[in-house]
């Protein structure tokens, strides 16, 4: 099925380096949310892009993280210079419009350890 | 400081009875509320959901009630079965449309 799909699966990383996670929305879906859930926690919002409107980014956590989405589709989560503390599972998500009632449809999502 | 709480990380509950999870909010302007349902190793899934502007939702084996006087909303689950056992996420949209998600309750039905 054309599900929200996220790769890779499984990414190890040393300290320092830069590691991107990316995003493939359900197909017409224009809004896309990137969260992530640390050991033990619940899900921690990101960023959140809807359309050609500029992202909600309040959730990112320090300057080292970004995102972007191309063409209103794929969306590439990028940390720089990563830490232990960002060792965690990346979810993305996707809806087919801002407001109204839908629920967001979640990926898989990216286990990120940083040794 | 969590605006979404879930109190108990965990509930096991025996086949065939009904299953309580909780969650508690903090902010009034939350207007819909949804519940997610996570396997291991796989993204959430939608559940149930309810408006703010009601105070019961059916649909199956799944009820939500909301009681906004008390910031609170439950998820019910009658009868309970093994499939059921996952984590469940509480989590409540703000006007913006972003949701707040809780920590979850792990729910382990056994037969």
């Known amino acids: 099925g054309a599900g929200v799909s996220q790769s890779p699966s499984n990414k190890v990383t040393e300290k320092g380096k830069d590691v991107e996670l990316r995003c493939d929305p359900i197909?017409?879906?224009?809004?896309l949310y990137w969260y992530r859930q640390s050991l033990g926690q619940g899900l921690e919002f990101l960023i959140y892009?809807?359309?050609?409107?500029?992202?909600?980014k309040s959730g990112l956590p320090s300057d080292r993280f970004s995102a972007e989405r191309t063409g209103g589709s794929v969306s590439t989560l990028t940390i720089q210079r990563t830490q232990q503390e960002d060792s965690a599972v990346y979810l993305c998500?996707?809806?087919?419009?801002?407001?109204?009632?839908?629920?967001?449809?979640f990926g898989p999502g990216t286990r990120l350890t940083v040794l | 400081d969590q605006q979404v709480k879930q109190n108990s990380p965990s509930l096991s509950v025996q086949e065939g009875r009904i299953s309580i999870l909780n969650c508690d909010y903090t902010?009034?302007?939350?207007?819909?509320f949804l519940w997610y349902k996570k396997y291991p190793a796989e993204g959430p899934t939608f559940l149930i959901s309810?408006?703010?502007?009601?105070d019961k939702n059916e649909d199956g084996r799944f009820t939500v009630f909301l009681n906004k006087s008390a910031k609170h909303l439950s998820l019910h689950i009658v009868p309970s079965q093994p499939g059921d056992s996952a984590v469940y996420f509480c989590?409540?949209?703000?006007?913006?449309?972003?949701?707040?998600f809780g920590t979850g309750t792990r729910l382990q039905v056994f037969p």
């Open positions: 902010n009034s302007m939350f207007d819909y």
């Open positions: 998500a996707s809806k087919p419009s801002s407001g109204g009632l839908n629920e967001q449809f």
């Open positions: 309810i408006s703010s502007i009601k």
């Open positions: 197909s017409g879906h224009t809004a």
């Open positions: 989590a409540a949209r703000e006007p913006t449309d972003k949701l707040i």
């Open positions: 892009f809807q359309g050609n409107s500029a992202p909600d």
